[in-house]
């Protein structure tokens, strides 16, 4: 789903003016066409003549606003960086004020019990191993599991006493396939190019890609908060979430901005 674009600040939209000004003027000494432009920096026609009239409905976000001006004096042999920071960029964050309360020393007090048990459990295991054991070779078997047992932190801790309680069941194998490592607390985007496109990649709050890919070209990020994509010809763009379905980005010719996120969290 395409995120909102927001309204400039007054204080935005006069520099956008400055900035697009500024950059038509440029591009008619250079003798540059705004077609021409647009096939250089792989940029829509549209958003290049937005840029130059300050036209903030036909724009995307503020960063994303920067991003274009940045790749648009790059192409016409500027500084793009130093007129990308003039477009001043507001976040709208607010930070979150905690509503716990510090824990008490009396409240820490089961956990202590809870490494009392586990100390407990780990020294049951290991009189059980040294009991049942069949033979010299096993010992090394039993030491592992019971290596394994003692870490409080383990997911499974009942399975190795399976293995010992029962020597002739065996674990399966773990798979070897990709999808089975994808957790539902990350968030996995695999992208194919279906035509070059224009690219802005930010995972988990840091620009991960920023550039022009080839059609054809196959990428994949991972993030465990979200993934946000801004694409300069969605439709050019195939994306698969998790090793889901693939489907396009967005409309061919559309810049489109979408955020991922893990499954147990939302998408916007």
């Known amino acids: 789903m395409q995120t909102r674009n927001q309204p400039l600040t007054p204080e935005q939209g006069e520099k956008l003016k400055e900035l697009g000004l500024y950059l038509h003027e440029v591009r008619r ?17 549209r958003l290049i003549k937005a840029i130059e009239a300050a036209d ?3 724009l995307p976000e503020p960063i994303y606003i920067q991003a274009l001006v940045r790749r648009i004096a790059n192409a016409l042999y500027l500084n793009g960086q130093e007129l990308a920071a003039a477009f001043p960029v507001e976040t709208h964050w607010q930070s979150i004020r905690p509503t716990w ?11 202590h019990m809870y490494l009392v048990y586990i100390a407990v459990l780990i020294g049951a295991v290991s009189g059980l191993s040294l009991l049942i054991k069949p033979s010299g070779p096993q010992l090394a078997s039993d030491n592992a599991s019971v290596s394994v047992e003692s870490d409080p932190i383990s997911a499974t801790p009942v399975q190795p006493v399976q293995n010992i309680s029962n020597p002739s069941s065996t674990q399966a194998p773990p798979s070897q396939h990709t999808e089975a490592q ?4 990350r968030v996995v985007v695999s992208m194919t190019l279906q035509d070059d496109c224009w690219l802005r990649v930010v995972a988990d709050g840091e620009v991960a890609f920023e550039g022009t890919l080839p059609k054809g070209e196959k990428r994949t990020w991972e993030a465990k908060e979200q993934i946000t994509i801004m694409a300069g010809n969605a439709g050019g763009v195939v994306v698969a979430i998790n090793n889901e379905e693939a489907k396009p980005l967005g409309n061919p010719g559309a810049v489109q901005t979408v955020t991922y996120r893990p499954p147990s969290g939302d998408q916007s």
């Open 101 to 111: 309360k510090p824990v008490s020393t009396s409240q820490l007090r089961p956990f």
């Open 29 to 45: 000494k250079r003798a540059l066409s705004t077609e021409a432009l647009a096939t250089q920096t792989s940029i829509p026609l």
């Open 56 to 58: 903030d409905s036909a």
């Open 182 to 185: 994808i957790s539902n607390d």
